[in-house]
């Protein structure tokens, strides 16, 4: 009887895997940081008080920028210009073979750093990589522009007088604007950075994933 018993146990019993634990392993990284700000010891100034077609209105002005951050990154100006708060184009040719070019023309100046580079497919943008600094993170760059007034502005003069021109609102032509006289120009830098790390050297390609 006790036999018996026994071969019960053996073969109906119940049989716990052997397990086991060691100490946890434990580590720390200080996540990167992508910081930059602009300086106001420059003062933007015209190069004249009165523009007219085909002169300079601002002629090598310097915006400062301070680089804060930690981790290599690729740092973007885009410099965009107005006429009294509105982009505007010029029509150029005759009909039906108008072609548009834009009232202002904003572009890098002739003394800027040689680190910043147009990049392709975006007008007025600007960029460079620059690497992090984790001891000392004030790296300084200037970004230097110059601004000018279409030369290809033409004023007409209709049978009541009034004095209107070829620019538009629109590369279709539809809204005309009214004539420049009295209108403000205006010239705005954004700056904004990502990280460089994933984009394989392709600036372009990095601004166009900051920008989506």
């Known amino acids: 009887m006790a036999v018996a018993m026994v071969a019960m146990l053996a073969f109906g019993g119940t049989f716990a895997y052997f397990t086991a634990e060691a100490n946890d392993a434990t580590g720390s990284a ?35 920028l301070t680089n804060k951050s930690t981790v290599d990154i690729y740092v973007f100006a ?38 910043w580079a147009a990049v392709s497919g975006h007008d ?11 001891t000392t993170p004030t790296e300084i760059s200037s970004f230097v522009f110059t601004v000018t007034l279409n030369r290809n502005i033409e004023e007409h003069h209709n049978e009541d007088g009034f004095v209107s021109n070829n620019i538009c609102t ?13 209108k403000k120009i205006t010239v705005t830098v954004e700056f904004q950075a ?6 394989n050297s392709n600036i372009k390609t990095a601004y166009e994933t900051l920008i989506a």
Not at 30 to 58: C, L, M, N, Q
Request: charged share 15%; glycine share 12%; net charge negative.
């Open 30 to 64: 200080t996540v990167g940081t992508v910081e930059i700000s602009t300086g106001a010891s420059a003062t933007i100034a015209a190069a004249t008080d009165f523009a007219v077609p085909g002169s300079t209105i601002y002629s090598n002005q310097s915006v400062t």
């Open 78 to 115: 885009k410099l965009t210009a107005q006429i009294d708060g509105q982009d505007l184009y010029v029509q150029v040719g005759e009909n039906p073979d108008y072609t548009y070019e834009s009232a202002i023309s904003a572009t890098l100046g002739t003394v800027t750093p040689s680190t």
């Open 124 to 134: 007025g943008v600007y960029g460079y990589m620059v690497e992090g600094n984790t």
């Open 170 to 182: 629109d590369k279709e032509g539809a809204q005309y604007g009214k004539a420049l006289e009295g």
């Open 194 to 199: 990502i990280q460089a790390e994933g984009f």
